[in-house]
């Protein structure tokens, strides 16, 4: 459109009011809203400008709807929703980004079953209820941000989410997968979501890389067999960066950076992680293994913790070349829990290894040994003698490490010299049980005869 000059005489009363109207009348007209959008679309659609759903709308089986660039779309009410069996294309631009403004608790986007992959590009949602809800479909997301929603996306029954980039942001929580869904997660910040950053239970697979995860109630839920990879990301401040419960194997936690996390991994009941090559630094507790969990952690620094590795209730990983420097406790025992300590350097730690009032294996039940007792107890002949079932370890071997400038201090200790860096029986001499079914009996010493005599060489992330 061309706009000629207006040549205005300042002789004629008024003549400026008149060229200012010429001109304002010449400029293109504003995209009129598409108002009162609701019910069932059929065939293709294209919404621009802005949208205002009146009601719930259905995007129904061979539809299609493309959401173009700056495109506002607005819901009347909560309950305003936008079911999707068909295509949905929302593609935004990081100049022009698809805003949903809705109402606080607005029931959102619910793919239900699409046969073909949906794609959001630079969106944004907030305060909704849940903003994506995903059963058995395919979400592509780059570049979508979520805040202040109560649920940001749920997706379950084999959905498959990739998401690149974007943000979710002070959200109750952020991504909750269930039955089987994968997720493949890239580049993407998870701030102060209160519950979770990303939950998963139920089988689910998740590939997540070079995320950011910082003020998180929990950063990582994650229960019941999950698998996949947890590489390359920052886990900065939350209050349980990776919880894992009853995973088993099949998880690779690697490469990543732990950093002032009240726990940074919890391997809570027959968890199996791999947990290698990552860094925790300065956390209360950098690693909780708990009720016969296992794993291996192998190639990792910690460093600066209140204490870097916590074992409880028959907790058994496999510990060998690490780096533990200056943690306040390097490696706690409790309750019967007997890791295997091998190849790793330890240098400044205010305590090397401390063993907890409750690390008796003289004490301590083999499982359902409760049970047992109180079935023979009731029932005919007499109850069983947990002791005389297997032999009974009363040490925690923590040989063949390397000990830094300690190694000449245990070297002029005799096998019952008292070390200032392990904490045993030489230091509290009973187990404190109030276990009617224990045994009771002395504490554990800690065996640390024969060490390195040097460092060793590929311990640490490599």
């Given at each position: 459109?061309?706009v000629?000059a207006?040549?205005?005489r300042?002789?004629?009363p ?9 001109l304002?009348l ?9 108002e009162g ?10 919404w ?12 129904s089986?061979?539809?299609?709807l ?12 909560p309950?305003?929703?936008?079911r ?5 294309r929302?593609?935004?631009?990081a100049q ?11 029931h959102?986007?619910l ?18 209820a ?11 997301l ?9 649920l940001?996306?749920k997706?379950?029954r084999e959905?498959?989410l ?11 929580v952020?991504v ?16 102060d ?21 910082q003020g998180?109630?929990?950063?990582l839920?994650?229960?019941q067999?999950?698998s ?17 419960t009853?995973?088993?194997?099949g998880?690779d936690?690697s490469g ?5 996390n009240r ?7 027959f968890?199996q992680?791999?947990?290698?090559d ?13 009720q016969f969990s ?8 910690f ?12 907790a ?13 406790v390097?490696?706690f025992?409790?309750f ?6 091998r ?5 400044g ?7 907890g ?29 947990f002791a ?6 009363d ?6 490490n390397w ?7 245990l ?6 010299g008292?070390?200032p ?7 509290e001499?009973?187990v404190?049980?109030?276990d009617a079914?224990?045994?009771g ?6 065996r640390?005869?024969?060490w ?11």
């Open positions: 459109m061309v000629h207006l040549h205005i300042p002789s004629r008024g003549a400026w009011l008149l060229g200012l109207l010429a304002l010449m400029l293109p007209a504003k995209t009129p809203a598409v959008v609701e019910g069932e679309l059929r065939g293709a659609h294209r621009s400008g802005e949208v205002l759903l009146s009601g719930p709308v259905l995007l089986e061979g539809a299609s493309e959401i173009a660039a700056g495109t506002r779309v607005r819901a009347l009410a309950e305003s929703s936008l999707v069996q068909g295509v949905l929302v593609l935004g631009t022009a980004p698809v805003v949903f403004a809705t109402p606080q608790g607005w959102g986007l793919f239900e079953r699409p046969e073909l992959p949906q794609i959001l590009r630079h969106a944004r949602f907030s305060g909704a849940a903003a994506i809800h995903a059963q058995a479909a395919q979400l592509v780059e570049a979508v941000v979520f805040e202040g929603c109560d940001a996306l997706a379950l959905a498959r990739e998401i690149q980039g974007g943000r979710f942001e002070g959200n109750r952020g909750d997968l269930e039955l089987k869904s994968f997720a493949e997660i890239r580049d993407v910040h998870f701030v979501n209160a519950e979770a950053a990303l939950l998963a239970t139920g089988g689910c697979r998740l590939n997540i890389s070079d995320c950011l995860f998180n109630g929990k950063a839920s994650l229960l067999k999950i996949g990879t947890i590489h390359a990301n920052r886990f900065v401040g939350n209050d349980g960066a990776l919880v894992a009853r995973l088993g194997a998880l936690v990543n950076f732990f950093e002032g726990v940074a991994l919890a391997s809570n009941t968890s992680p791999l947990v290698v990552n860094r925790f630094v300065k956390n209360e507790t950098a690693i909780a293994s708990d296992t794993g291996e952690f192998r190639h990792n620094l460093q600066g913790n209140q204490s870097a590795l916590i074992n409880t209730r028959r058994d990983p496999l510990v060998t070349r690490n780096v533990f420097e200056r943690n306040q390097a490696i025992c409790d019967a829990s007997y890791p295997q300590v190849e790793n350097n330890f240098f730690n205010q305590m090397a290894v401390k063993l009032t409750y690390q008796s294996a003289a004490g301590a039940r083999p499982p359902g040994a409760q049970r047992e007792a109180q079935a023979g107890a009731n029932g005919p002949g007499p109850a069983p003698t005389e079932e297997r032999p009974l370890q040490f925690v071997d923590v040989s063949a000990w830094g400038a300690d190694t000449d201090l070297a002029s200790l005799d096998e019952q008292n070390s860096i392990f904490f045993d029986r030489r230091d001499a009973e404190k049980s109030q079914f224990a045994a009996g002395p504490i554990d010493w800690v640390f005869r024969p390195l005599i040097a460092p060793v060489a590929d311990a640490g992330p490599r």
